[in-house]
C-alpha cells in the first residue's frame, strides 16, 4: 500500500510516493526520467520487497521527472545542487529530518551531493548504478 503526495518547492510540483510505516526513514531517488515505481520496484514489491513494517520510504520525482512536471526540466551546473535541496525541503515538509538515502543511476549523482550538502540529514547513503 502506497499513498501519493505533491509539495509545491522553489515554484516546482515536486510529486512523491510513500511506502510503509517503519521507524527508519529512507529517500529512494530514481534515475533520469524514473519513479519510484520504475526504478525500484524490485525493492517496492513482492517477495524480495524491503520490509515495509521497518521502512517509510518516500520515492521522489525530481523537477521535470515523472509527475514532477512541468515545467520540463532544467539541466545545468547546478542541477544536481538544486535537486538535493528539494529532497531536503520535501524530507523536511514531510516531517523528516534524518533519512537514508538510496540513488539510482542519475539519481546517484543527486544522492551524493545530498549527503555531502546535507551531512546532518543523511544517516546512510546506498548509490547504485549498471556497469
Not at 521507524?23 to 517477495?47: C, K, Q, V
Not at 521522489?60 to 535541496?85: C, H, M, T, Y
Not at 540513488?103 to 547513503?125: H, I, Q
Request: with cysteine.
Amino acid at each position: 500500500m502506497s499513498t501519493n503526495g505533491k509539495v509545491d518547492i522553489n515554484g516546482w510540483p515536486i510529486c512523491y510516493e510513500k511506502f510503509g510505516t517503519g521507524a527508519h526513514i529512507m529517500l529512494l531517488i530514481p534515475g533520469a526520467i524514473g519513479t519510484g515505481r520504475t526504478d525500484f520496484n524490485d525493492l517496492l514489491f513482492g517477495e524480495n520487497a524491503l520490509n515495509m513494517n521497518a521502512l517509510t520510504i518516500v520515492a521522489v520525482e525530481l523537477p521535470g521527472w515523472g509527475r514532477s512536471r512541468p515545467p520540463i526540466r532544467q539541466i545545468g551546473r547546478n542541477v544536481f545542487k538544486n535537486d538535493a535541496e528539494c529532497c531536503v525541503q520535501l524530507m523536511e515538509s514531510l516531517g523528516y529530518n534524518k533519512f537514508s538515502v538510496l540513488g539510482w543511476s542519475e539519481g546517484s549523482r543527486v544522492a551524493l551531493v545530498l549527503s555531502a550538502n546535507y551531512p546532518d540529514s543523511v544517516t546512510d547513503m546506498i548509490v547504485m548504478s549498471l556497469p
